[in-house]
C-alpha cells in the first residue's frame, strides 16, 4: 500500500478486512441498520450533554417501553453506546470510537479513488 493510497482510500477499500473486523463491523453495521436503532443513536448522541435518559428517549416513539429497552441493549451489545443506571433511570451515551470507527470504514469513498 502507497502512502497515497492509505491516505485517499477508506479502509475497506484499502485493503481486504480480516475476519475478525469484518464480523465485528457487522455486528455494528446490523445494530444500526433498523430505523428505530439509527434514530436512538442520533437522539442520545445530539441530547444536551451527550446522553439521554431512557424517559427522554420512549417518547419520540410509538412502542412500547420493553420494545425501545431491546433496542437500546441491541446498540449496547454492539458496543454504540454505554449505559448507566442512576436510581431508577438509565443513561445512555455514545462510545465515540465505535461509531467512528464505522464512519472512518467508507471514509472518504466518496471522493473517487484515483483522484
Not at 74 to 81: D, E, K, N, S, W
Not at 96 to 105: E, I, N, W
Request: with cysteine; proline share 8%.
Amino acid at each position: 500500500m502507497t502512502a497515497t493510497t492509505a491516505q485517499c482510500c477508506a479502509p475497506i477499500a484499502r485493503e481486504p478486512i480480516s475476519p475478525a473486523d469484518a464480523a465485528e463491523l457487522a455486528a455494528a453495521l446490523k445494530a444500526v441498520a433498523d430505523p428505530v436503532r439509527l434514530r436512538l443513536l442520533s437522539m442520545i448522541g445530539s441530547h444536551p450533554g451527550g446522553e439521554a435518559c431512557v424517559c427522554d428517549l420512549t417518547g419520540a416513539f410509538d412502542l412500547s417501553a420493553p420494545t425501545i429497552s431491546h433496542h437500546l441493549k441491541t446498540l449496547r451489545v454492539a458496543g454504540l453506546i454505554d449505559s448507566e443506571r442512576r436510581g431508577t433511570w438509565v443513561y445512555y451515551r455514545i462510545v465515540p470510537s465505535a461509531v467512528a470507527r464505522l464512519g472512518a470504514l467508507f471514509t472518504p469513498l466518496a471522493e473517487p479513488a484515483n483522484a
